[in-house]
T-cell receptor, first 114, second 111 residues
Framework: NAGVTQTPKFQVLKTGQSMTLQCAQD?????MYWYRQDPGMGLRLIYYSASEGTTDKGEVPNGYNVSRLNKREFSLRLESAAPSQTSVYFCASSPDRFSNQPQHFGDGTRLSIL | QKEVEQNSGPLSVPEGAIASLNCTYSDRGSQSFFWYRQYSGKSPELIMS????GDQEDGRFTAQLNKASQYVSLLIRDSQPSDSATYLC???????????FGAGTRLFVKA
């Protein structure tokens, strides 16, 4: 059982480059989330998708865009990477946004912006 | 005031002891509470969920919830070196569409 799969696992970018982080889940979940985790800051929500076809901003959306491609896939795009976006990015999913069930996380993408 | 607060630690306990991790939250209407374990360089892994006042036990882990005091805790009995990790408290807010994570408490279990 794969659960939540993120690609790539590691990436190094130069300032100004763009890239897309991919996330896919096979648990038939409706809701998906993108977080970033920085030392001492905990997990901060970037964007979420309550259901297929909808996306909403989270706590720290600036500099990012997202696409909910279908029920399984939710991608995060950095249009012009900045050093402040160096972080570990986690994708998560849950059955739906009103469920009391917890979120399940992918293995993360470690992103460095030089 | 942060929405979910945890002592960052590190909390150090000897092997075999009880580790007690605490978390407070600000949204009085919160209904769902979770504890995640995160090993260094790994992703958060769910270890406990609790939804009503009282204790919820699963093996060596016990989650305790007190909604009146807006307090949730995690007890780890017979702590093992393999329990050394960062423990994240997560609280789903009123309305249920947003989960707030604490910054985590680092636990070290000394052999």
């Amino acid at each position: 059982n794969a659960g939540v799969t993120q690609t790539p696992k590691f990436q190094v970018l130069k300032t100004g480059q763009s890239m897309t982080l991919q996330c896919a889940q096979d648990m038939n979940h409706n809701s998906m989330y993108w977080y970033r985790q920085d030392p001492g800051m905990g997990l901060r929500l970037i964007y979420y998708s309550a259901s297929e076809g909808t996306t909403d901003k989270g706590e720290v959306p600036n500099g990012y865009n997202v696409s909910r491609l279908n029920k399984r896939e939710f991608s995060l795009r950095l249009e012009s990477a900045a050093p402040s976006q160096t972080s570990v990015y986690f994708c998560a999913s849950s059955p739906d946004r009103f469920s009391n069930q917890p979120q399940h996380f992918g293995d993360g993408t470690r992103l460095s912006i030089l | 005031q942060k929405e979910v607060e945890q002592n960052s630690g590190p909390l150090s306990v000897p092997e075999g002891a009880i580790a007690s991790l605490n978390c407070t939250y600000s949204d009085r209407g919160s209904q769902s509470f979770f504890w995640y374990r995160q090993y260094s360089g790994k992703s958060p892994e769910l270890i406990m969920s609790i939804y009503s006042n009282g204790d919820q036990e699963d093996g060596r882990f016990t989650a305790q919830l007190n909604k009146a005091s807006q307090y949730v805790s995690l007890l780890i009995r017979d702590s093992q070196p393999s329990d050394s990790a960062t423990y994240l408290c997560a609280v789903r807010n009123t309305g249920g569409f947003k989960t707030i994570f604490g910054a985590g408490t680092r636990l070290f279990v000394k052999a």
